[in-house]
Structure formats: C-alpha cells, structure tokens
C-alpha cells in the first residue's frame, strides 16, 4: 500500500485549528456527538479483555490480566478523544460506529479502564480524505470541536459530579483537548483541581523553550515526577534521529501548532513516559492483536500469529527527550542484541510523521503506570481536604 502523505493539507490544517475556526454562531444548533464509551453501555469497546502475553525474545514466558482497581475506578474519570482515523468521504464523519473507530478506542484508551471510568465520545471529526484532499475549512474544524465539546459538557454536567479526571488524546484529538483544556481548566480553578492529568499525545503542545508552562497552557505545566497532578505528558516519537526539517511532529509549526508562536521562542513539549524527568527509561510497549480495520491496517504489524487479545514485548527499546536543530522530539531507540524476531516499531508513514501510528502503544505501559500512580495520589490529596 502507497504510503499516506500530505504535509501541505497537514499544514493547512494547523492554521485552521490555530483560531481559523470561529465560534458557533449564535443559534446553531448544538454539534453533535454520541457516547462510543461510557459506563454500562453496551459493546463498549473500552471494556474488553485486557488479556496480555509476554514476549521476550526468546518467546512467550506468561500472561497476566491488570486487575480493576476499585478505589480509583470510584472516584475518578477518563476522557478519551481518538484520533483521525475515519475513511469516510465528507470533511466530516458521521456518528457512525465504524469498526476503526471502535478499533482506536480499543487499541488506546481501554489500558487506562482499571483505574477509571472511560467516557469517549464518537465525534464529527474530520477524516483522512479530507485532511489529504485539503478540504478542511474553518466550518469543518469548528465542528469537530464542536461534538467534542458537546460530550465533554454533558460529560461534566451529568456524569462527573466532583470526581477525578484524566483527559486522554491522540493527534487529532490531542488537538480538541488542548483547545478544551485552555478554555476551560486553565480558566477556572475549581475544574482545575479536579483535573489528574491530561495524556497529550502526537498533538504538538507547545511551551515557551526552556520552560514546563506556558504556550498552549497558561497554568497547566509538564509532568516531572508520576505523584504530580493537574499537569501534561505530551511528546511526538520519532525513530533515533532528529525529525527532518519538514517533520510535522515535534516541530513548531508543524501539525496542529496555533498561530502566535515561532521556533526562536517556542518549543514541541517533550515528557518521557518512560522517566518524566526527560532522561532515558525502558519504554513497555502494548499490542493489542486484533487487526486494525480501516486506511491505517495494512501499515500495522501483523500480530494474529498471537493468540492472546494483547501482547507486550519488554526489553526492546529506551527513549528520551532530545533537542536538536529546532526539534524537540522522544528518540526511540532499539537497544536489543542478538537474534529478536519480535515486531519493530517504525515510521510507516514516512520520516516526517515519525512513529506517530503507534506511538500511544509503543509506551502504553509506562503511561498507564504513570497515571495510576498520579490517580492515586490524587486519592490521597482529596482524603485529606
């Protein structure tokens, strides 16, 4: 299959995003949106089995279930907003539940359902043959956000009543939560405290250089130790070397950069899962071995030779923060030796998106890790107010 490329309507669709978009107008109606995860729904593709074998270069040794984490479960929330995954034609997609789309939840947002409840809604968002045929107009954006925003208020006015909140993004959606987060939790301090933690991947959040706040967030910092809350994990993946110059991850003004900043101030905020300090750590890896439908499938590891409905492979790669030539990027790094037929990540779309196809999973281990130890320290926070 021909590789996806497209930087220039990747470009096209950062200016859009960046505030080319204006508000609803007074008297739309209200976008629309419908709950694809959300407690007790039925065939809801956040609650399948977690089932995971390990795989070590020398085979399988084991498998084990994460267990329900009750007291977390009881108190707090996940928000999850996937990414451009739809191949339908129109700019927008329906509400349709097309397989890709409970694919993505599946593959990216059920590893966080021990320790919360997980609500995604299914959203207008704009689709792959629209961001490639540039057909992304200021209307089209707005209401992709516009179904977003709809959930998360329904969410917060139905659902939430004072609990916990991790929000949760994927590229696309990394960009309607980083715009929902500085109209909302920035703004109000109250929401704020509730806030545990907002998982940003693939979606160029932006900070001053040399600083962990500022930029897209106001009084939202980066993630430096795994007990801290109300704080961002945000990096863009990219295979060892430094993202070329035309890169549209890890790069200001690349995809979903807003207007208002440039490489000589700001920068790509890079937090390493793995070690939050920015150093190098053991990134953990997790699959889940269904084969993804959609445009995105046939560039995917074939992983049904593994009969358990995930798989983990430990001991395959490190990462870091770097910086280098105007990009700050996480550096993937292949660290085996010797014979390992296990499957690699790479850059199927190309150097300049990076590992951005699968870099939610290529670190799913550490992020989960690191969000349940902040949802438990967001446990203790409350028990002592």
């Not at 991790?166 to 929902?180: E, P």
């Not at 979606?203 to 109300?230: D, H, T, Y």
């Not at 890896?285 to 959609?294: E, K, Q, S």
Request: proline share 8%; charged share 20%.
């Amino acid at each position: 299959m021909k590789k996806l490329s497209g930087a220039g309507a990747i470009l096209l669709l950062a200016v859009l995003l960046a505030g080319g978009a204006s508000a609803t107008p007074a008297g739309a109606a209200e976008p629309q949106f419908k709950w694809l995860c959300k407690p007790s729904r039925a065939n809801d593709p956040c609650q399948r089995s977690l089932a995971t074998a390990r795989i070590t270069a020398d085979g399988p040794t084991g498998s084990s279930t994460p267990r329900v984490l009750s007291k977390l479960r009881n108190r707090i929330d996940c928000f999850y907003v996937y990414p451009t995954v739809s191949g339908q034609t129109g700019p927008n997609a329906t509400l349709a539940e097309d397989p890709e789309i409970a694919g993505i939840a599946e593959q990216q947002a059920s590893r966080f359902t021990p320790g919360c409840r997980m609500f995604a809604p299914i959203y207008p968002q704009y689709t792959v043959p629209a961001i490639l045929g540039m057909k992304i107009t200021a209307e089209v954006a707005e209401k992709a956000y516009g179904g977003v925003k709809a959930a998360w208020n329904e969410y917060l006015g139905k659902y939430n009543k004072g609990r916990g909140i991790v929000l949760i993004g994927h590229s696309q959606g990394t960009g309607h939560l980083k715009r929902l987060i500085a109209e909302t939790f920035d703004r109000k301090p109250a929401l704020r405290k509730r806030l545990v933690s907002a998982v940003l991947i693939g979606g160029n959040v932006i900070v001053p250089k040399g600083r962990m706040v500022g930029g897209n967030f106001k009084k939202i910092p980066a993630c430096q130790k795994a007990s801290q809350l109300a704080c961002v994990i945000a990096y863009s993946g990219f295979l060892e070397d430094a993202p070329p110059a035309d890169a549209l991850f890890g790069r200001v003004g690349g995809a979903l950069t807003e207007a208002g900043f440039t490489p000589e101030t700001h920068e790509v905020l890079c937090v390493n899962p793995a070690r939050l300090d920015g150093s190098g750590g053991a990134l953990k890896p997790l699959y889940n071995t269904v084969p993804f439908a959609g445009v995105y499938g046939p560039l995917l590891p074939d992983l049904t030779p593994f009969d358990s409905p995930w798989v983990s492979f430990p001991g395959i790669y490190r990462a870091s923060c770097r910086k280098a030539g105007g990009a700050s990027w996480l550096r993937v790094e292949d660290t085996t030796a010797g014979p390992d037929t296990r499957p690699r990540i790479g850059e199927p779309l190309g150097r300049t998106w990076g590992t951005h196809l699968t870099e939610v999973n290529d670190a799913a281990g550490n992020l989960v890790s690191v969000v349940t130890t902040q949802e438990k320290a967001y446990l203790k926070k409350i028990a002592r107010r």
